[in-house]
């Protein structure tokens, strides 16, 4: 009896051994979250410590248009699809890309770059007015080359602050689909992110 017993304890003791091995293997080769220090030469990551708000689906209007208002000195942004409503100025995009507009007017440097596209002529049209229509406001706008697609919609302001996610300037976009951004504040990752912002606008265009 006293043999059955001892048995049952170390087989439970090895079950309970292996699954203590198996947990800590897996806990040890986890890592915390990081991000690309850019450097070409490294490839390690560097770990960024920033604020971060998560910016879903209707919420995406409000938190750009904040940032955009708080503005002191630059918005530097990417996009994608930016559309512009010549039918429709009240709605959200048209609202977004005024803001832009009037940041630039109290003195904030904005500069955007836009997808120009070799395959998709709806996005190039539409980047073309609404560059346009910025550059007669006296906003610097400039196009990536054909042959490259730069899906990016992202916003750096003030060195201080990054805007990132899925959302396009279209009226679906912001008034209905599902988009997942984070509003990141943190020196360094706005640092990062606008050395990556000024490397697409040394190989961009003007039109």
């Avoid at 039918?87 to 955007?112: F, P, T, Y």
């Avoid at 609404?130 to 003030?158: M, N, Q, W």
């Avoid at 602050?161 to 009226?171: D, I, M, P």
Wanted: proline content about 1%; aromatic content about 12%; charged content about 25%.
């Amino acid at each position: 009896m006293i043999t059955k017993k001892l048995r049952k304890i170390y087989k439970d003791f090895f079950v309970f051994a292996v699954a203590v091995s198996v947990l800590i293997l897996a806990f040890s080769s986890c890592q915390p979250a990081a991000v690309d220090n850019g450097d070409d030469d490294d490839d390690t990551l560097a770990l960024t410590e920033v604020k971060a708000m998560m910016v879903c689906n209707r919420d995406y209007y409000s938190a750009a248009s904040g940032i955009f208002k708080d503005s002191k000195k630059t918005i530097k942004g990417i996009m994608y699809d930016m559309k512009y409503y010549s039918d429709d100025s009240e709605n959200e995009v048209m609202k977004l890309i005024d803001e832009l507009v009037v940041a630039a007017a109290r003195g904030v440097d904005v500069k955007i770059v836009l997808e120009q596209s070799d395959w998709n002529d709806d996005v190039s049209a539409d980047n073309y007015e609404t560059g346009a229509y910025l550059e007669s406001y006296g906003i610097d706008v400039r196009y990536d080359p054909l042959t490259i697609t730069t899906h990016c919609k992202t916003f750096i302001i003030d060195t201080n602050q990054v805007l990132v996610g899925s959302t396009n300037w279209s009226y679906s976009a912001v008034s209905s689909n599902n988009e997942a951004n984070v509003l990141l504040e943190g020196r360094k990752i706005a640092l990062d992110f606008t050395e990556y912002f000024e490397t697409l606008w040394k190989n961009s265009y003007k039109k």
